[in-house]
Nanobody, 120 residues
Framework: QVQLVESGGGLVQAGGSLRLSCAAS????????MGWFRQAPGKEREFVTA????????AYADSVKGRFAISRDNAEKKVYLQMNSLKPEDTAVYYC?????????????WGQGTQVTVSS
């Protein structure tokens, strides 16, 4: 049974930083691309960033480029999201997800999410 468990969310002032973690179990972690998504109240879930199994390819949404950084540790089966220069519009529930293919983006395993709130 695949489990993805996010942690590290919280309340931070604008301009601050947070580091989210996602711990994976029940899957061969190094076979999967990993992604972070977010969903703000009243909005659809949106892509934030993704990373291939080898960390050789990374993609970012334009809204977070230069502020957020994704990384992974295959030995620890974890993926991280370093979020800097946070803005109130970054407020959302953040989800990590696993996909068989970075290119296809077939995310079929999801965590339960962690709340990030950025105050102005």
């Amino acid at each position: 049974q695949v489990q993805l468990v996010e942690s590290g969310g919280g309340l931070v002032q604008a301009g601050g930083s947070l580091r989210l973690s996602c711990a994976a179990s029940g899957l061969t972690f190094s076979n999967y691309a990993m992604g972070w998504f977010r969903q703000a109240p009243g909005k659809e879930r949106e892509f934030v960033t993704a990373i291939t199994w080898s960390s050789n390819n990374i993609a970012y949404a334009d809204s977070v480029k230069g502020r957020f950084a994704i990384s992974r540790d295959n030995a620890e089966k974890k993926v991280y999201l370093q979020m800097n220069s946070l803005k109130p519009e970054d407020t959302a529930v953040y989800y990590c997800a696993a996909a068989r293919s970075f290119r296809r983006g077939d995310y079929d395993n999801w965590g339960q999410g962690t709340q990030v709130t950025v105050s102005s």
